[in-house]
């Protein structure tokens, strides 16, 4: 069996797969099912200080297409297939202090998988930059192997909080700085994709000390409007606001986002999220330069914590690097960032070829080519 094992801001972990911050890392015990079923490691859900209250109703549902015709809604029916995730999720509705201990027995229990603990303040002042060091302090006592600094999330109750830090660059500088004086563990960003320009975020991040970037949180979105009720799909007495969007529709879209990063700071570390339900999936992170990858949706859809999945992902990594000789995710990290140019870098026919934008052939989506005068 191929090696799985890497190490990633210089901790070892027995594969480069890990559960995202999200419900499947919500108590310890889907944690310990997490463990017990292969995942690396776990970034527990977001912790806080502030009490949290979620929305009335469900957090979460699944968009899905049908197989066969152009509907989609969160209706689940026959004949249809996952398409994304929609949440309005805040961070873990339990305080600290219910997570303290319980992180440190399970770290005790499994020493060689890896607990990497997600945490969440606001910003804007130094009581709140205080609040950023005690959650890291905590989690660093209960053995956490690593911090994960969520300015990320889409949809919070305060607006100085989650992706409002993340789309400001000075915070996110003036936040890593402070975790990283109190933390003797490695700190990841987990930044938001919804900015002009994550680079700007990232160097502000990695100036601040930041030993790893990850991306991607869920894409700011609505709920689809049911044409027969006249009502979004999800909302409270008829009220909804914007949420997040994850799974499969946000794989190429986190893509882009990672190659942006992983072409800029190349030599900087990067985990890769947004998408992944199998190894090809979880391959496109690594090819652009990822030495770990995280999954939300797909685990939360098997048994909430993926065995399937990470089955899935163990098997499918052992197997691909057995058929092309790899002895480690080294070997091929990284090889197909370059591959990544601007638009005007890419070849174009010469004039003979070239028939005025038209193909001889009709193309998908695209009508036979009209030939002038003919
Ligand atoms: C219901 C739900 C709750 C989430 N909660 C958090 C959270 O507390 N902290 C966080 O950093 N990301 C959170 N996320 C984002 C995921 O960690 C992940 O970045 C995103 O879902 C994209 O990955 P996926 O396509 O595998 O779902 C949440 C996602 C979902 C669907």
Redesign the pocket.
């Known amino acids: 069996m191929a090696d799985l094992s890497t190490t990633f801001t210089g901790i070892r972990f027995e594969n480069p797969f890990l559960l995202?911050?999200?419900?499947p890392t919500e108590s310890d015990a889907n944690i310990i099912r997490a463990f017990e079923a292969g995942w690396g490691g776990v970034?527990t859900?977001?912790i806080g200080l502030h009490p949290v209250v979620n929305v009335k109703g469900p957090?979460?549902k699944f968009l899905r297409s049908e197989d066969q015709g152009s509907r989609i809604s969160m209706t689940k029916r026959p004949g249809t297939t996952v398409m994304a995730?929609w949440?309005w999720?805040?961070?873990?509705d339990k305080p600290l202090e219910w997570w303290l201990g319980k992180l440190a027995a399970i770290k005790k229990a499994y020493p060689k998988h890896i607990i990497v603990g997600?945490i969440?303040a606001g910003s804007g002042n130094d009581k709140e930059l205080g609040n950023w060091q005690t959650l890291a302090k905590a989690l660093q006592n209960e053995g956490a192997d690593a911090l994960?600094l969520?300015f990320?999330?889409p949809h919070m109750d305060r607006v100085d909080m989650g992706s409002n830090v993340g789309k400001d660059k000075v915070l996110c500088s003036v936040v890593t700085q402070a975790v990283k004086q109190v933390s003797k563990i490695p700190v990841w960003v987990?930044l938001t994709p919804a900015t002009a320009n994550i680079i700007e975020e990232a160097e502000a991040c990695f100036r601040g000390g930041a030993d790893a970037v990850v991306s991607?949180?869920?894409f700011p979105s609505l709920p689809v409007i049911d044409p027969a009720t006249l009502e979004f799909e999800m909302n409270v007495d008829g009220y909804v606001s914007s949420g997040?969007l994850?799974?499969?529709a946000?794989?190429p879209l986190?893509l882009a986002k990672m190659s942006q990063l992983t072409k800029e700071f190349p030599d900087k570390e990067f985990s890769g999220?947004?998408?992944?339900?199998n190894f090809d999936h979880a391959l496109n992170y690594f090819l652009l330069g990822c030495g770990t990858v995280?999954?939300?949706?797909?685990?939360?859809l098997d048994h909430a914590i993926g065995p399937n999945v990470i089955k899935t992902l163990t098997e499918g990594m052992a197997a691909f690097m057995d058929t092309r000789g790899f002895k480690s995710l080294e070997d091929f990290r990284s090889t197909r960032r370059d591959r990544i140019v601007p638009h005007s870098q890419i070849k174009r026919p010469d004039t003979r070829e070239y028939h005025g934008g038209y193909e001889d052939e009709a193309v998908e989506g695209y009508a036979a080519a009209e030939r002038v005068g003919v």
């Open positions: 995202a911050s999200a419900p970034v859900k977001t957090k979460t995730s949440n999720e805040l961070i873990s997600s969440m994960e969520n990320s999330c987990k991607s949180n869920t997040g994850g799974g499969p946000i794989l986190s999220v947004g998408g992944i339900a995280q999954v939300c949706t797909a685990a939360m």
